[in-house]
């Protein structure tokens, strides 16, 4: 027997694209076969009257396939991307995982899922079991396979040296060009976690794409990545975290944990001067390991009060997001990702908090 077909909807009220401006009273209808149209469909189900419409969340910085104790099996992977999409976020940036998730794609309640494959580290310079561990001149390669893969690369950019006892580059600047050129030649980003002040240079200078977390950024390595058009991305709610890295530290590594204190305190700081500079900043979460799975709300909020304001916050979750992941948004067309709220989350963001409906590609979550 064939599937009975799923009934067209038709949602009207503030239609919002997801920027800091764009908006229009108006109404939009989901087709039978998930999509959103522009334009009447007959017979229509009217669900949502005089609400908040707009695209799904993005997080831009989420590992479905980790959790605190590394690796989790794929059913577990499924319930982290339910729970990402339940709350909103119905594209994510996969920004690393060791779990090949692509059998996950066909179930209708998982976020899209735009992939950087796994971490690629050196050995003893990562989270063990994470990344593919490579030696400097085997980075180019490596890199140019992944990026035969997925349109993502994600390298580990610093990370503490046991030998001296605090953070540290991994790679060469003359790898860095060679593999981030590698990427570039497959059609592939590269993006980097970087803590620390002294990998930078080396990165961005190499012609990365984009930069995780960012705490240690400087005035003269925000320049940079304004000179070049490196995005940020801050996870602001995981630097939440960092004075319980330097606890953990310990005694053993007393320079990492003195480091980790320093960029903390400033990090408020240094993510204002990156937006005041002009730096594209985008909301990501880093779920997975130490953060639960369906935050990103928490942080369009950290950000709105890092700098951004709710508007811009909104955006760099929204369809701004969307447009650098070159996914569509409020598009005729388009997978109906849909969220709908009762306020205007460019004023108040906390109203993302409790949507009245969650669709993705028609179907509904919440």
Same mark, same amino acid.
């Given at each position: 027997?064939?599937?009975?077909?799923?009934?067209?909807?038709?949602?009207?009220?503030?239609?919002?694209?997801?920027?800091?401006?764009?908006?229009?009273?108006?109404?939009?209808? =989901?087709?039978?076969?998930?999509?959103?149209?522009?334009?009447?469909?007959?017979?229509?189900?009217?669900?949502?009257?005089? #609400?908040?419409?707009?695209?799904?969340?993005?997080?831009?910085?989420?590992?479905?396939?980790?959790?605190?104790?590394?690796?989790?099996?794929?059913?577990?992977?499924?319930?982290?991307?339910?729970?990402?999409?339940?709350?909103?976020?119905?594209?994510?940036?996969?920004?690393?995982?060791?779990?090949?998730?692509?059998?996950?794609?066909?179930?209708?309640?998982?976020?899209?899922?735009?992939?950087?494959?796994?971490?690629?580290?050196?050995?003893?310079?990562?989270?063990?079991?994470?990344?593919?561990?490579?030696?400097?001149?085997?980075?180019?390669?490596? =890199?140019?396979?992944?990026?035969?893969?997925?349109?993502?690369?994600?390298?580990?950019?610093?990370?503490?040296?046991?030998?001296?006892?605090?953070?540290?580059?991994?790679?060469?600047?003359?790898?860095?060009?060679?593999?981030?050129?590698?990427?570039?030649?497959?059609?592939?980003?590269?993006?980097?976690?970087? &803590?620390?002040?002294? #990998?930078?240079?080396?990165?961005?200078?190499? *012609?990365?794409?984009?930069?995780?977390?960012?705490?240690?950024?400087?005035?003269?390595?925000?320049?940079?990545?304004?000179?070049?058009?490196?995005?940020?991305?801050?996870?602001?709610?995981?630097?939440?975290?960092?004075?319980?890295?330097?606890?953990?530290?310990? *005694?053993?590594?007393?320079?990492?944990?003195?480091?980790?204190?320093?960029?903390?305190?400033?990090?408020?700081?240094?993510?204002?001067?990156?937006?005041?500079?002009?730096?594209?900043? &985008?909301?990501?979460?880093?779920? $997975?390991?130490?953060?639960?799975?369906?935050?990103?709300?928490?942080? =369009? =909020?950290?950000?709105?009060?890092?700098?951004?304001?709710?508007?811009?916050?909104?955006?760099?979750?929204?369809?701004?997001?969307?447009?650098?992941?070159?996914?569509?948004?409020?598009?005729?067309?388009?997978?109906?990702?849909?969220?709908?709220?009762?306020?205007?989350?460019?004023?108040?963001?906390?109203?993302?908090?409790?949507?009245?409906?969650?669709?993705?590609? $028609?179907?509904?979550?919440?």
């Amino acid at each position: 027997m064939s599937p009975t077909p799923r009934p067209a909807l038709h949602l009207r009220g503030v239609l919002l694209d997801g920027t800091a401006e764009g908006e229009h009273a108006g109404e939009l209808w =989901v087709t039978p076969e998930g999509r959103i149209s522009l334009e009447p469909v007959p017979d229509a189900d009217t669900v949502v009257d005089g #609400a908040w419409i707009l695209p799904g969340l993005v997080d831009a910085h989420c590992h479905v396939g980790i959790g605190p104790d590394g690796a989790v099996d794929l059913e577990t992977a499924r319930e982290q991307g339910h729970t990402d999409a339940e709350a909103g976020a119905l594209l994510v940036r996969d920004c690393g995982s060791p779990v090949d998730t692509r059998p996950l794609d066909d179930d209708p309640r998982m976020p899209e899922i735009v992939r950087a494959g796994r971490h690629l580290a050196r050995p003893r310079r990562y989270i063990r079991d994470l990344p593919i561990d490579l030696e400097p001149d085997e980075l180019p390669a490596a =890199v140019a396979e992944q990026a035969r893969a997925n349109p993502w690369v994600k390298l580990v950019g610093d990370w503490i040296d046991r030998g001296e006892g605090d953070l540290a580059p991994l790679w060469p600047d003359d790898v860095l060009r060679a593999a981030i050129d590698a990427a570039h030649a497959e059609g592939a980003r590269v993006t980097a976690h970087v &803590f620390g002040e002294d #990998a930078l240079p080396g990165l961005i200078g190499a *012609g990365i794409d984009g930069i995780e977390h960012g705490t240690g950024l400087t005035d003269a390595t925000i320049a940079m990545m304004v000179e070049r058009g490196t995005v940020l991305v801050p996870t602001l709610i995981n630097v939440e975290n960092f004075p319980e890295f330097a606890d953990a530290a310990g *005694g053993k590594f007393p320079r990492y944990g003195t480091h980790m204190r320093e960029l903390y305190a400033r990090a408020p700081l240094t993510i204002s001067a990156a937006i005041e500079a002009g730096v594209p900043v &985008f909301a990501g979460t880093d779920a $997975g390991g130490g953060i639960v799975h369906g935050r990103i709300v928490d942080e =369009v =909020v950290a950000l709105a009060r890092v700098g951004l304001g709710p508007a811009r916050a909104l955006a760099a979750a929204c369809d701004d997001a969307r447009a650098w992941l070159r996914r569509p948004g409020l598009a005729h067309g388009a997978p109906a990702d849909l969220l709908v709220v009762d306020g205007d989350p460019r004023a108040d963001p906390e109203v993302l908090r409790a949507p009245t409906a969650v669709l993705r590609a $028609g179907t509904r979550l919440a």
